[in-house]
């Protein structure tokens, strides 16, 4: 017998790791957008005991979710 794999097994195999990929990046963009709506709610009080400076804060919650 010859060793062949099938052509339909692979091409499954392939989205079920694209889907995974895909889930996995909405999941991050999630959380980012989640991390930087808190951040923006916080009062500068509170966002001083984070030890960052207030310009850096800024950046990062202007900056849109899918950028890292």
């Known amino acids: 017998m010859t060793d062949q794999s099938l052509p339909h097994v692979g091409a499954a195999f392939e989205h079920s790791h694209l889907w995974t990929g895909i889930k996995a990046t ?10 930087r709506r808190y951040l923006a709610q916080m009062s500068p009080h509170e966002r001083q005991y984070l030890f960052v400076p207030a310009h850096i804060i800024e950046r990062e919650i202007t900056r849109p979710f899918w950028r890292a």
Request: without cysteine; charged residues 40%.
């Open 26 to 35: 909405l999941k991050a963009w999630r959380q980012r957008d989640h991390n």
